[in-house]
């Protein structure tokens, strides 16, 4: 496993790192660095586990991150197949909160962008005309030298800084006490649950993963997402499931069979649990727009 603390080094000599990504799957480690992290995709889809929040992914997704959240952009399981025609690419900038130094970020004119900061600590998906503007501005930044690349940063974040077009991602009760032993333990789970979501999947099974009983296994997993692994289970099968009723107008039967449910009844009250809307009507909604 790589480790979670060297996952994007800024040298010494640069004030923040911008990269364009084109991989046949986004990395799938679950992970954290102490760097701030912007970023974009451009092309693909999957799982995006941000703290102890869940969401699926597509082209256009824009995800703003502060130090030491842990997260993951986990590609559908076709593009770990080797298929030629699948592709993900996205843009992806790293900085510390200290590019600006210290005494220029608490004044009053650096105001919006340290309160920015401060909140990236939950993660932030930006959406909308805020989301497109990013977007464009993150594009044209991989073209720009010295000093105009730190100015188009700059514009970047002021930007983020003034827009309501922001959603958190992890809850505010939230904390990451990850080590490193533990996100390694923590990517063995993640991996497991990605490739078997869609079947029977027994505590006492994935708890052997990490060499715990399942009580341990359970208080575990419970301090590191602030969740049950029944709850992050369903949500993983519910995401799949919504992909498969929009993405591939899959019949509610059939995409809650193929997403790892046992019964329709289940499907139904976790799926509006999370949705706040049936399948049914989750579906309609989606053709409405």
């Known amino acids: ?25 986004f990395d799938p480690n679950w992970h954290f660095h102490p760097e701030f992290q912007l970023f974009v995709v451009e092309q693909g889809s999957g799982t995006r586990f941000v ?18 959240l842990p997260h993951l952009w986990r590609s559908d399981p076709e593009y770990f197949d080797g298929r030629q025609e699948l ?10 909160e200290d590019f600006l130094g210290d005494p220029l970020l608490k004044k009053n004119e650096l105001y919006e962008i340290r309160q920015l900061l401060a909140r990236a600590g939950r993660g932030m998906r930006i959406v909308g005309k805020t989301a497109r503007n990013v977007h464009r501005l993150m ?14 940063l700059l514009e970047i974040l002021d930007i983020l800084a003034n827009s309501t077009e922001l959603e958190f991602l992890a809850s505010d009760t939230y904390c ?20 078997h979501f869609t079947r029977k999947i027994s505590l006492e099974e994935v708890a052997s993963l990490t060499y715990m009983t399942p009580s341990s296994f359970s208080r575990f997993f419970k301090s590191h997402t602030n969740k049950t692994f029944s709850q ?4 993983v ?36 649990g999370i949705h706040r809307l049936s399948p049914t009507e989750y579906k309609k909604a989606y053709l409405n727009l």
Do not use: W
Not at 51 to 68: C, E, M, S, W, Y
Not at 232 to 235: A, F, G, P, V
């Open 176 to 195: 990451n006490s990850l080590k490193k032993s533990d996100t390694d333990r923590m990517n063995r789970v993640y991996d497991f649950i990605m490739e």
């Open 51 to 68: 703290g102890d929040n869940i969401q699926r992914f597509k082209a256009g997704d824009l995800v703003f991150t502060g130090p030491n």
């Open 237 to 272: 099968r519910i995401g799949h499931a919504s992909k498969l009723l929009i993405d591939q107008d899959m019949g509610v039967a059939e995409a809650c069979f193929k997403s790892g449910f046992q019964t329709l009844s289940n499907f139904n009250r976790q799926f509006k």
């Open 139 to 152: 594009n044209e930044l991989l073209a720009l030298r010295d000093f105009r690349s730190v100015l188009q």
């Open 87 to 96: 592709i993900t690419r996205g843009i992806v900038i790293y900085f510390h």
């Open 1 to 25: 496993m790589k480790s979670p603390l060297q996952k994007s080094p800024i040298p010494n000599s640069r004030v923040f790192v911008v990269k364009s990504l084109e991989d046949p799957y």
């Open 232 to 235: 992050l289970l369903s949500e």
